[in-house]
C-alpha cells in the first residue's frame, strides 16, 4: 500500500481534508456474551466469489460471499493500482477471517458463524455512496439473526 507522503500532493492533501466521523462509547444493541452471538465477516476487500462481475470504482453496493463457499472462488476485484494484493495472497484470513471465526466457534467462544459474510469495495472518496446499502444489509443481518459483525476494512 502507497503512503500518504509518497502520494502526489494534491491527492494527499484531498485525503488529509476527509472528515471522520466520531463515535462515543455508547453501545447500539443490547450486550450479550460472545458464546451466545451469531457474527459475520463485513470486509472491504472488494471480495467477489468466482461468479461475479468485479466491483466498479464508484460502487458503494455489496456483495454476498456464502460461508460455504470454497476459498479458491474467493476473488479480489480491488481497482485501486496501489493496493498491495500480498496478504490476499497469501492468506486469505488476512481480509477474510473466516477460519479464524470457525475456529472460535468451534472452541465455544463464539455462538455461531453465520451462513453468509459481506464485502464492500473501499478506499472511495465518497464513502457516502454507502450509505443505502449499509442500511438495507444492517436489516438484513437482523431479519438473519446476526447480531455481531467483525468489520475488517482493507
Known sequence: ??????LHPMKRKGIENWRCPS??????VPR???AQRKI????????ITRDERPFLPIDGRYRPIPDS?????????????????????????????????HELADAGIIGAVADTHYAFQGGTEKPKRFEPYASKLAAKLKADG???ALLVPV
Not at 500500500?1 to 509518497?6: K, L
Not at 463515535?23 to 447500539?28: P, R, S
Open 146 to 148: 446476526v447480531d455481531t
Open 40 to 47: 459475520t465477516i463485513i470486509t472491504s476487500a472488494a471480495l
Open 23 to 28: 463515535f462515543g462509547d455508547d453501545h447500539w
Open 69 to 101: 463457499v470454497a476459498k479458491k472462488d474467493i476473488l479480489m476485484s480491488h481497482v485501486s493500482v496501489n493496493f498491495d494484493r500480498t496478504g490476499f495472497q497469501r492468506d486469505l484470513n488476512c481480509v477474510f477471517p473466516r477460519d479464524r471465526l
Open 1 to 6: 500500500m502507497v503512503r500518504i507522503a509518497d
Open 32 to 34: 450479550r456474551p460472545l
